[in-house]
């Protein structure tokens, strides 16, 4: 009888009330005293529901709504009860921003004990909503059964790709090339063996002048419906050695379609341009602090590109180097912070992990001419790692990977820097960091919360912690 009560409660749906929303965007409820999650469902609602997986937790899905919650909204995605890319499109978009606020301050005092007014809160930090991701990943998968090759995210709760013909949040124009994608791999001879396609989207130089207001006001309407304002590269990752037939095919695609393609046939290393010739860099720019920076189509790059034009100027307005400053930048990546800072400051060390990386930035000062900016690559998962940590820094900004900078913490202090700025991809770990910087004596002085990946629980955040 509990083995027949089990497979029923796994097939057949229930009616269950929400009560809460999880930091994963899941709603929280209760069936039989036992707690499930409920993707899908809001705080207040009555959700008709079915189980998905059966794990500590029970997860279920809301296949009907019975009553809506007033932050529900129209999702605007035919994709969205199965594709695994977007978690909270059905959620109005300012409340998306609050329910993340709320994540970070929770950990935050759950970390330190502190809250508001301990410390101050910042504006959020919006931008666009759609068509907002000029980076991804795609899946590649040929499924004879549902009609060829799949190109897309992932689908949720499975390793599955998503049947779509579009995307809301990549840029328009990767999200156009979907269906031609899915077209061409169907037709290659190694249709069965791509099993990813890498995107990566540039700014074209007159996209930026014209997108200011001085070329508007000269640029004729011909002007800007001819200018390309997005520069698209496809990464082929491929198994097999690419035949000459299917090279012909990628080469006429990359031409009708105006994309740059590369082929990867092993690791990153092995990346190289198929079409056309040229470099394999693509293009930024951060027009307010004059800069134009290049990058690989693997880089690692803000995804969000207007969300990291004004990421930008809010570390310069809280950091307020001082043309004597010498600066730190840990995590430094290509220069992205680096390189703004060292237009105001006397000097900028970029430290980063990747050799590569540093050389993207010593590149990336070259092409700016910026002479005060220096760039060195070193271990920071370790406690010490060079002469440069003996140095006293009058501002720091660090921005490290999702699991953070612990092993790093405890040397910050001794920098002696009267401001410590930390830029993360995981509230979790900078609540947890934080706590280093506060037992050393350092204040937290403001925090929040940017929307760098709308319509998903990605909690993008920063903290300012000042010397008392």
């Not at 036992?34 to 207040?44: C, E, N, R, Y």
């Not at 189509?297 to 995804?303: E, G, N, R, T, Y």
Request: aromatic residues 6%; hydrophobic residues 40%.
């Amino acid at each position: 009888m509990a083995t027949k009560q089990r497979h029923r409660l796994s097939t057949e749906p229930v009616i269950i009330d929400v009560q809460s929303l999880t930091s994963q965007g899941c709603g929280t409820a209760h069936i039989n005293d036992k707690a499930v999650l409920v993707s899908g469902a809001l705080p207040g609602e009555k959700v008709e529901a079915r189980y998905v997986r059966r794990r500590h937790i029970h997860e279920l899905q809301a296949v009907s709504i019975l009553t809506a919650d007033s932050q529900r909204v129209d999702p605007g995605c035919d994709y969205v009860s199965s594709c695994g890319g977007c978690s909270l499109r059905h959620m109005d978009i300012s409340a998306q921003l609050a329910h993340k606020e709320s994540v970070l301050l929770d950990q935050l005092q759950q970390s330190t004990g502190l809250q508001p007014p301990d410390f101050k809160v910042m504006p959020r930090m919006t931008g666009e909503t759609s068509h907002y991701r000029r980076k991804a990943r795609l899946a590649v998968r040929l499924v004879a059964k549902k009609g060829g090759v799949l190109v897309g995210f992932r689908e949720k709760y499975s390793s599955f790709v998503t049947v779509m013909s579009y995307c809301q949040v990549l840029s328009k124009e990767v999200a156009e090339l979907i269906m031609p994608l899915r077209e061409l791999v169907s037709g290659m001879d190694l249709a069965a063996e791509i099993p990813q396609i890498e995107v990566a989207v540039g700014e074209s130089e007159i996209a930026m002048q014209v997108a200011t207001e001085h070329s508007r006001s000269i640029a004729s309407k011909q002007e800007e419906d001819d200018y390309s304002p997005a520069v698209v590269a496809l990464v082929f990752r491929h198994l097999r050695p690419m035949t000459q037939a299917d090279t012909v095919r990628l080469q006429t695609f990359a031409q009708a379609h105006q994309v740059e393609l590369y082929l990867q046939p092993a690791g990153p290393e092995s990346v190289h341009r198929l079409s056309p010739t040229g470099e394999d860099r693509l293009s930024y720019y951060l027009p307010e602090v004059g800069l134009h920076l290049k990058f690989h189509p693997l880089d690692f790059i803000q995804v969000n590109a207007g969300i990291n034009r004004q990421l930008v100027n809010r570390v310069l307005e809280l950091l307020r180097p001082d043309p004597t400053d010498r600066i730190l930048d840990l995590f430094c990546g290509l220069g992205n912070f680096t390189l703004p800072l060292a237009r105001h400051c006397a000097s900028v060390l970029g430290v980063e992990g990747s050799e590569t990386m540093v050389e993207r930035g010593r590149e990336n000062a070259r092409l700016n001419q910026i002479v005060n900016a220096h760039f060195l690559s070193a271990d920071l998962v370790k406690s010490e790692t060079g002469d440069w940590w003996q140095g006293c820094y009058d501002r720091v900004l660090l921005d490290p990977p999702r699991s953070g900078a612990l092993e790093i913490m405890p040397l910050l202090p001794r920098l002696q820097a009267s401001k410590i700025l930390y830029i993360s991809c995981n509230s979790a770990t900078l609540s947890r960091d934080a706590t280093v910087l506060l037992r050393a004596g350092y204040k937290l002085h403001s925090v929040g919360v940017m929307d760098m990946f709308p319509h998903t629980t990605h909690v993008e955040s920063m903290a300012l912690f000042m010397a008392e």
